[in-house]
């Protein structure tokens, strides 16, 4: 129990384009969504909080109208990279909180994204 | 106050040996701290997990040393296996706020 599926896991994309990233749980409901994204040797970092029906919770320093999140039912969030950059290549990972133990956030597989 | 430190940066073990990984945090609200293993490419997985009222917390050969007072927590690897090498990521909670990581640790098991 407690999946959490991403997809896609790699994505390849040109400078100015814009690249939208699935985040679902499989077998349970997600209360709270989150999204990482870690750099190459490096810890994850939190870039935003989202829940079902309610604006994301962004990190400071995170551009919300670059990163848009779309947390649309309990079991899907979104996240869409617009116009993106390659300083915006990354390996993003998502995770959900709301199985069982509580406070357990469980992570999806990551993506991938290469922007040319 | 919110950072979790952790050590060392890299570790290297022979098959068999035992892995020590150590993690410090400043924040005594914290009330949840998990491990977890990540393989290059994939997502963390939770590994081991404990709150601060047991001192100790073992799974296979996983277990989670717990030092209220020094603020500490450590992962020991019993009998490391190439199958271990991964990086380790130590990590605090505070009820349902955000979960804070270190900057990871990663181990080498060597045959």
């Known amino acids: 129990g407690a999946v959490v599926s991403q997809h896609p896991s790699r994505v390849i994309c040109k400078s100015g384009t814009s690249v939208k990233i699935e985040c679902r749980s499989l077998?349970?409901?997600?209360?709270?969504m989150f999204w990482y994204r870690q750099f190459p040797k490096q810890s994850l970092m939190l870039m935003a909080t989202?829940?079902?029906?309610?604006?994301?919770?962004?990190e400071q320093g995170v551009e919300k109208d670059k990163f848009l999140i779309n947390h649309a039912s309990l079991t899907l969030s979104t996240l869409t990279v617009t116009s993106a950059h390659p300083e915006d290549s990354s390996f993003y990972i998502c995770s959900a909180e709301g199985g069982l133990p509580s406070n357990e956030q469980f992570f999806g597989p990551g993506t991938r994204l290469t922007v040319l | 106050q919110q950072q979790v430190k952790q050590s060392p940066q890299s570790l290297i073990v022979q098959k068999g040996g035992i892995s020590i990984i150590n993690c410090a945090y400043e924040n005594t609200a914290f009330d949840y701290f998990p491990w977890y293993q990540q393989f290059p490419g994939k997502g963390p997985a939770l590994l081991i997990a404990i709150r601060p009222d047991v001192s100790e917390k073992k799974e296979g050969r996983f277990t989670i040393s717990f030092n209220k007072s020094a603020k500490q927590f450590s992962l020991h690897i019993m009998d490391s296996q190439p199958g271990d090498s991964a990086t380790y990521f130590c990590a605090a909670i505070s009820g349902t706020d955000k979960l804070i990581f270190g900057t990871g640790t990663r181990l080498q098991v060597f045959p």
């Open positions: 989202s829940n079902e029906g309610s604006k994301a919770t962004y």
């Open positions: 077998d349970f409901q997600a209360t709270t």
